[in-house]
C-alpha cells in the first residue's frame, strides 16, 4: 500500500468526474487542494458560494460537497485507486471537511467502479413523470446504497407523502413572502439577461422545466414570472414518488454522510433508468423540517427528499472549469 503519485492529469481527470455532483442551486461549493508529496487530496467546503438565507446552518453546502466526494471516491476506483476517506480532520478548520488518500486495500471502494458511467448521465430533472410505479426490488437496491453509506432511505406511505407535499407547497408560500429568500434564488439562476453570475455555475433557464399547469409542482420553479417567456405548461405527476434521506444525527459529519450517500443513490437510479429530482425546499424551513420525517421511520433527521420516477432526464447543467476549484501543494 504505497503513496499514490498523484500526477497532475490524474488529479484532473479525477475532479473532473467529482464536480458532475449536484449542489444546491448548482451554486458548486467545493474546493479541492491536491498534496502531490504525500498522495492526498484534500476537500474544502467555500462559505462564499453559500447561501445565508436559504441554508444558514451549512448543511446544503456540506451535502453538495458530500456528493462531490463520493464522486471523486468513484472516479478513483474506476481508475483502479483504493481511496481511504477521513471527513473532518482539522479540528482547527471547520472548512476543511476530507483528506482522501489513495493507499488503502485492494478492495477499498473497487465495486464503486459500477457507477462511474452514470457520473455523466446524471441530471437533475424538473419535468413531469410518468405514473409507472418503481418495482420494489429497484427501490430495495436504492436503499441498501444508502445504508452502504451510513444513512437511511425511507420510501414513505401515501399518506405521509401527502404531509410531505403539502410541506412542499408550504415552502413554496414561504418563499414567495421573503423577499430575500427570491434574491437568493435569483442569484442562481441564468436566463441570458444583463449581469448575471458565470454561465459556469447556477440554473440555466433550459433547465427550469415546465411550469405546473393546474396545481403546485413536486419540483422548485426557478423560473420568476416573465423571466422566460413563452415557457410551457403540463401536468405532473399527482402523487410524486418520493423518498427520504436521512441519518440520526443533525452534524457536518453526517451531512457529509449524507451528501455521499445522496450521490449513490442517485448515480444507482440513473443506472436503473430512473429520472430523479431533489426536493429541499421543506427542509429549508426550521418550522417545516421537522414535518418530512416519517415518525415511523428510524431516521433522526431528514436531509434529502428524493424525487424518483421514469421521465426525461433533464438536460447537463454547467460546471467550473477545474482550474477554478483545484489547486496543487
Not at 3 to 30: C, F, G, K, Y
Not at 209 to 236: L, M, N
Amino acid at each position: 500500500m504505497s503513496t499514490t503519485h498523484l500526477t497532475r492529469p490524474l488529479v484532473t481527470s479525477l475532479i473532473e468526474d467529482a464536480v458532475t455532483a449536484p449542489s444546491m442551486h448548482n451554486a458548486q461549493p467545493w474546493k479541492f487542494v491536491a498534496r502531490t508529496d504525500t498522495g492526498v487530496i484534500e476537500l474544502h467546503g467555500d462559505p462564499s458560494r453559500g447561501m445565508p438565507r436559504e441554508d444558514p446552518n451549512h448543511r446544503a453546502l456540506h451535502l453538495g460537497c458530500g456528493a462531490a466526494l463520493f464522486g471523486l471516491r468513484v472516479a478513483a476506483a474506476h481508475r483502479a485507486l483504493h481511496p481511504v476517506v477521513q471527513l473532518l480532520p482539522s479540528l482547527a478548520d471547520p472548512w476543511h471537511l476530507a483528506d482522501v488518500r489513495f493507499d488503502g486495500p485492494d478492495d477499498a471502494d473497487s465495486e464503486l467502479d459500477t457507477l462511474h458511467p452514470a457520473l455523466a448521465r446524471r441530471h437533475t430533472s424538473r419535468f413531469p413523470f410518468t405514473e409507472e410505479e418503481i418495482p420494489s426490488e429497484v427501490i430495495d437496491e436504492l436503499r441498501a446504497a444508502a445504508l452502504l453509506e451510513g444513512c437511511r432511505l425511507v420510501v414513505p406511505g401515501a399518506w405521509h407523502t401527502d404531509t410531505v407535499m403539502d410541506l412542499v407547497h408550504a415552502s413554496e408560500l414561504f418563499e414567495a413572502a421573503d423577499e430575500a429568500v427570491r434574491a437568493e434564488i435569483a442569484a442562481w439562476t441564468r436566463t441570458g439577461a444583463a449581469g448575471e453570475g458565470p454561465a459556469t455555475e447556477g440554473i440555466p433557464s433550459y433547465a427550469f422545466g415546465p411550469r405546473q399547469y393546474d396545481v403546485t409542482a413536486p419540483v422548485r420553479d426557478f423560473g420568476a414570472p416573465g423571466r422566460v417567456p413563452g415557457r410551457v405548461s403540463a401536468r405532473f405527476e399527482k402523487r410524486p414518488q418520493i423518498a427520504l434521506l436521512g441519518t440520526l444525527a443533525d452534524t457536518p459529519k453526517e451531512w457529509l454522510k449524507a451528501g455521499q450517500a445522496m450521490q449513490r443513490v442517485l448515480l444507482q437510479a440513473t443506472l436503473d433508468g430512473l429520472a430523479t429530482s431533489l426536493m429541499s425546499q421543506p427542509l429549508e424551513w426550521p418550522e417545516l423540517r421537522s414535518g418530512a420525517r416519517d415518525p415511523g421511520s428510524t431516521i433522526g433527521f431528514v436531509h434529502m427528499v428524493i424525487r424518483l420516477g421514469y421521465g426525461p432526464q433533464g438536460q447537463t447543467t454547467p460546471r467550473r472549469p477545474v482550474s477554478e476549484v483545484l489547486t496543487f501543494a
